[in-house]
C-alpha cells in the first residue's frame, strides 16, 4: 500500500514546501490540487490555497510541477482536478496534463445536485463520460470519478451505474471514506465488490455528525457533518483497510484531512503514523 497526501488539505504551504515536508515525513507521493480558486487570506482548504497549481496557464507549470514532485522524492499518485465532465475543453487540458506528468489518473467531477433533475443530469453525464473515455484512452491515462456527496454519484451504487460498460482502464471511481459518512454510505466490501475492476482509487478522511443547537420545527433536533481527525470522526479507519485488503486492493491511499484540531505539519505526520499502525495491525491479523 502506498500513501500520498492531497494538497486541498494543506494549504498554508507552498507546493516546494509541501512536497519537501511530506517527503521528509515518509508519505509515497502526493496528488496535487489543480484549479482557479478565489483569493484567501489567511489561506484556506477552498480559497487562497497555497498548494494548489492554478489551471489557467497549466501547461506551462507542468516543468515545474513536475520538478517539484521528483525532487522531493515523491510520486504523484494522481491529480486533483476540478473540471466537471460536460466541461470538454478544460477535461482534455487536465488529461493531456495527466500524460505529460505521467501522474496516471485524473479526478473528473460530476454534476452537483439540485442543479437540474437527476435524471437528466445522470443522462448527461454517462454521455459526457464515453467522451472522457475515449480521450482518456487517446492520452494513455484514467479519469476517475469520486464518490462525493451532493452530487449524482454519492454512492458506490450510483456510481457503478454511471460507468458500466466503460473501459476500467481509461475510467475508474474513487472510494472516499469520509465522504460517504456525508452521503452514500454502504458497506464497504460490498461496494469495493460492486465496483469491481472499476475501483481505481481510495481517499481517506473523517467526518462527524453533531447537534447543531438550532431546534427545527416544532422543537425537532438538527444535525449537521464537520470535518474529523482519523481517530475520533464516525468512519471506523481500520475497519475500512481491512475490507481494502480483503478485496484485495494494493493501489494509492490518499489522505485529504481537513479537521483543524492539530497543526498542518503534526496532523500529517500523525495522520501517516496512524494508517502505518493500522495497516500493521490489519497484515498481523490476516497473516
Keep these: 500500500m502506498r500513501y500520498s497526501v492531497f494538497t486541498a488539505s494543506t494549504p498554508q504551504w507552498e507546493p516546494a514546501e509541501a512536497a519537501r515536508i511530506l517527503a521528509a515525513q515518509g508519505w509515497d507521493g502526493v496528488e496535487w490540487r489543480i484549479t482557479d480558486q478565489a483569493p484567501a487570506d489567511p489561506p484556506g482548504f477552498w480559497a487562497g490555497n497555497r498548494a494548489t497549481w492554478p489551471l489557467t496557464g497549466l501547461e506551462g507549470l507542468l516543468p515545474e510541477i513536475a520538478r517539484v514532485?521528483?525532487?522531493?522524492?515523491?510520486?504523484?499518485?494522481?491529480?486533483?482536478?476540478?473540471?466537471?465532465?460536460?466541461?470538454?475543453?478544460?477535461?482534455?487540458?487536465?488529461?493531456?496534463?495527466?500524460?505529460?506528468?505521467?501522474?496516471?489518473?485524473?479526478?473528473?467531477?460530476?454534476?452537483?445536485?439540485?442543479?437540474?433533475?437527476?435524471?437528466?443530469?445522470?443522462?448527461?453525464?454517462?454521455?459526457?463520460?464515453?467522451?472522457?473515455?475515449?480521450?482518456?484512452?487517446?492520452?494513455?491515462?484514467?479519469?476517475?470519478?469520486?464518490?462525493?456527496?451532493?452530487?449524482?454519484?454519492?454512492?458506490?451504487?450510483?456510481?457503478?451505474?454511471?460507468?458500466?460498460?466503460?473501459?476500467?482502464?481509461?475510467?475508474?471511481?474513487?472510494?472516499?471514506?469520509?465522504?460517504?459518512?456525508?452521503?452514500?454510505?454502504?458497506?464497504?466490501?460490498?461496494?469495493?465488490?460492486?465496483?469491481?475492476?472499476?475501483?481505481?482509487h481510495v481517499h481517506v478522511k473523517n467526518v462527524a455528525w453533531a447537534v447543531t443547537g438550532t431546534e427545527g420545527f416544532d422543537g425537532a433536533t438538527t444535525w449537521a457533518e464537520h470535518w474529523a481527525p482519523l481517530r475520533s470522526g464516525q468512519a471506523d479507519v481500520e475497519a475500512y483497510l481491512e475490507a481494502l485488503a480483503e478485496h484485495g486492493y494494493d493501489g494509492w491511499i490518499t489522505l485529504e484531512d481537513f479537521s483543524t484540531e492539530l497543526p498542518l505539519e503534526e496532523r500529517t505526520r500523525d495522520n501517516l503514523a496512524y494508517l502505518r499502525a493500522v495497516h500493521a495491525r490489519v497484515a498481523e491479523r490476516r497473516a
Aim: glycine share 10%.
Design 69 to 200: 514532485t521528483r525532487e522531493a522524492g515523491l510520486e504523484l499518485s494522481g491529480l486533483g482536478g476540478y473540471a466537471r465532465c460536460d466541461d470538454h475543453a478544460n477535461v482534455e487540458r487536465m488529461l493531456s496534463a495527466t500524460a505529460v506528468l505521467r501522474a496516471g489518473q485524473v479526478r473528473v467531477t460530476m454534476p452537483a445536485l439540485g442543479t437540474g433533475d437527476y435524471r437528466d443530469l445522470f443522462a448527461g453525464a454517462r454521455k459526457d463520460l464515453e467522451w472522457v473515455a475515449e480521450r482518456a484512452d487517446a492520452y494513455g491515462v484514467k479519469a476517475l470519478v469520486e464518490l462525493h456527496h451532493r452530487t449524482i454519484t454519492a454512492s458506490a451504487s450510483a456510481a457503478i451505474r454511471l460507468v458500466d460498460g466503460l473501459d476500467p482502464e481509461h475510467v475508474g471511481v474513487i472510494h472516499d471514506l469520509g465522504n460517504l459518512v456525508i452521503e452514500g454510505q454502504e458497506d464497504a466490501l460490498a461496494a469495493f465488490q460492486m465496483l469491481g475492476p472499476y475501483l481505481a
